[in-house]
């Protein structure tokens, strides 16, 4: 599996061999012996599936207390996968950093805790499978909007994103709980 440094160097990009033949194609998306050669050092216990219709925006979203890693990676379709580094001693503290994940390049990006995580539907429709190293907890979820004007992210949209309302009240960053 080929490892891609992002401009975050804690967010990164996988991606694995893929074998092919006339049947289709086979390749390993986990392996919990190569997360920890790869130094992510995390076991998941929890695996989610989103599936989103085209220009639906997911995000931005965050867990204050048991913060959640996120190994993502789309099983249909395309997205635009966006990890802003929230942790306040961090040197890329405000940063995003963006990749587009689709079935065809077969890429896994890594989002470790203290991250905000959102992402856009690029395609008619997305599957996307992510594995999480903490249980979902409702009642610690945050959400920064995702237009943030600080944080400035490059959405590719064409027209206006499909927002949950949850999205559409997403607080600006400058006011967000954030890790130390």
Known sequence: MKVIRTEIPDVLIFEPEVFTDDRGFFFESFNQKKSFDFGLGKVFIQDNHSHSLRNVLRGLHYQIEQPQGKLVRVVSGEIFDVAVDIRSSSATFGNWVGA????????????????????????????????????????????????????DIKWPLHGAPILSAKDSNGIPFRDAETYP
């Open 100 to 151: 587009t994940l689709s079935a065809e390049n077969k890429q896994i990006m890594w989002i470790p805790a203290g991250f905000a995580h959102g992402f856009l539907t690029l395609s008619g429709a997305a599957d996307v499978l992510y594995k999480a190293t903490d249980y979902h907890a409702p009642q610690f979820e945050r959400t920064i909007a995702w237009d943030d004007k600080d944080l």
